[in-house]
């Protein structure tokens, strides 16, 4: 450990202002970006399987969790180009 | 050879690569990460020079030094878009360049913090950081000309011509350094020689640089698979994927 104590971690003799700012905008735009790309493939896999289901010609099955957007009828889900 | 580069090529084959690939990435990319910012934060030795404000430099120069090396790897699958009309090639493009921005922008900023402190200046209109700026722009400028092309095929020949021609920034950053006065430090890292640092802090340096390397993967691969989504939604095979008859085991069921 570099530092005496929890406190001199923190205040890091005077820099810590500007050594936890950096940290903090890299950790908080890092999970932005991360959890933000993982949501948006979901959420397209997602409008996929919409998609697929209420223009596929066979059937849907009754228990899968598809069944309701088939009802639906023809929903384009559009999505954002980022 | 030709096989394999019409693999590479294939949409579907990338999905499932990328699929299996992807729990590694982000695993090892946030060990990697973790243990340089802990070591580098908390257990590395203060700099005599600067002090602890030093300690921006765990992020600093990993996320500044990805930022490039994503505009370079940008540059080559542009390169292949113009060449080979590969779809990959563009689908990475679109993929990188957010992340790209993200990280310009955050090696931007921690640059600015790490600059009060230490020049006595958040800013200043040296060679550094007006190409690196310049860096910021190019990939603002790809991301915009993406958008306002509604055209696939047009707005992927557009892009990487841009990203082409941005490509003559990159050696302007990396030796900014050398060739004009600036306030910023020279490279932590050279391939030819010994770091200038001590090993306490080189190595978690290197540590974090690796990180983010993976975490990029990661974040490729899945910004990749939405794209290729998108695109291929009324393909047979995105069809079988949504619907399980095809797996590629986790992510997508």
């Known amino acids: 450990m570099a530092f005496d104590s929890f406190g001199a971690f923190l205040t890091m003799e005077g820099h810590g202002p500007y050594v936890w700012a950096s940290y903090a905008v890299f950790f908080l735009l890092m999970a932005v970006l991360m959890i933000g790309s993982y949501r948006r493939r979901n959420a397209v896999l997602q409008s996929c399987r919409q998609h697929a289901g209420s223009r596929s010609p066979r059937a849907p099955k009754p228990d899968s969790d598809t069944a309701p957007a088939a009802t639906a009828s023809f929903t384009r889900v559009d999505v954002s180009q980022d | 050879m ?37 070591w580098g934060l908390a257990f590395a030795p203060k700099d005599y020079l600067q002090g602890n404000s030093y300690r921006i430099i765990f992020i600093h120069v990993p996320s500044a030094f990805l930022a490039q090396s994503v505009y370079i790897m940008m540059a080559s699958a542009a390169l292949v878009t113009l060449v080979w009309r590969m779809k990959l090639a563009d689908v990475f493009v679109k993929a990188a360049a957010p992340v790209g921005l993200v990280l310009t922008f955050i090696s931007l900023f921690t640059g600015a913090v790490w600059g009060k402190p230490t020049w006595g200046t958040w800013w200043i209109w040296d ?127």
């Open chain 2, 127 to 253: 060679a550094r950081l007006t190409s690196m700026l310049i860096l910021l722009f190019l990939y603002g400028g790809v991301i915009a000309l993406d958008r306002a092309i509604n055209d696939e095929k047009s707005a992927a020949r557009a892009v990487a011509v841009l990203v082409l021609v941005g490509v003559v920034n990159i050696p302007i950053i990396k030796y900014s350094v050398d060739w004009w006065n600036t306030l910023h430090q020279p490279a932590t890292f050279k391939l030819t020689e010994k770091p200038s640092m001590p090993a306490e802090m080189w190595v978690p340096l290197l540590l974090s640089v690796i990180g983010l390397y993976l975490l990029f993967g990661w974040l490729a691969c899945l910004r990749m698979q939405t794209e290729i989504l998108l695109r291929e939604q009324r393909t047979r095979w995105v069809q079988e994927l949504v619907h399980g008859s095809v797996s590629f085991n986790g992510g997508a069921r």
């Open chain 2, 2 to 38: 030709w096989q394999f580069f019409h693999k590479l090529g294939s949409p579907k084959w990338f999905y499932g690569i990328a699929t299996r690939l992807m729990p590694w990435l982000l695993v090892l990319g946030l060990l990697c990460l973790g243990a340089g910012l802990v």
